[in-house]
Nanobody, 125 residues
Framework: QVQLVESGGGLVQAGGSLRLSCAASGRTFSSYTMGWFRQAPGKEREFVAA???????????YYAESVKGRFTISRDNAKSTVYLQMNSLKLEDTAVYYC???????????????WGQGTQVTVAS
């Protein structure tokens, strides 16, 4: 069983930055695809970014078009932690952000077996 705990959310002005962290328990963190999803009020949860394991020191990263060039996902396998660096934040980035662990198609929710509780990100004008 993998448990995921997100942190780092908060209130930020448009154009600002935040870094989300997701700490995972369990000894097989490095082999998981780690994803970030978000859900805005009244909307369905959507894919944001993912990191799929290639080797202990290498991974492949994927991004939704809406965040490409602004967000960066990274992982520290030694710390069993995945990060989401969010720059140039926009009002439309306001959402609850969820960390997830799984395997398979990185942008599909059903690929992820384990989910965190979510952390709120609010971007204000």
């Amino acid at each position: 069983q993998v448990q995921l705990v997100e942190s780092g959310g908060g209130l930020v002005q448009a154009g600002g930055s935040l870094r989300l962290s997701c700490a995972a328990s369990g000894r097989t963190f490095s082999s998981y695809t780690m994803g970030w999803f978000r859900q805005a009020p009244g909307k369905e949860r959507e894919f944001v970014a993912a990191s799929s394991w290639i080797s202990w020191s290498d991974d492949s990263t994927y991004y939704a078009e809406s965040v490409k060039g602004r967000f960066t996902i990274s992982r520290d396998n030694a710390k069993s932690t995945v990060y989401l660096q969010m720059n140039s934040l926009k009002l439309e980035d306001t959402a609850v952000y969820y960390c997830a662990a799984g395997s398979g198609t990185y942008y599909r929710e059903y690929s992820y077996d384990h989910w965190g509780q979510g952390t709120q990100v609010t971007v204000a004008s």
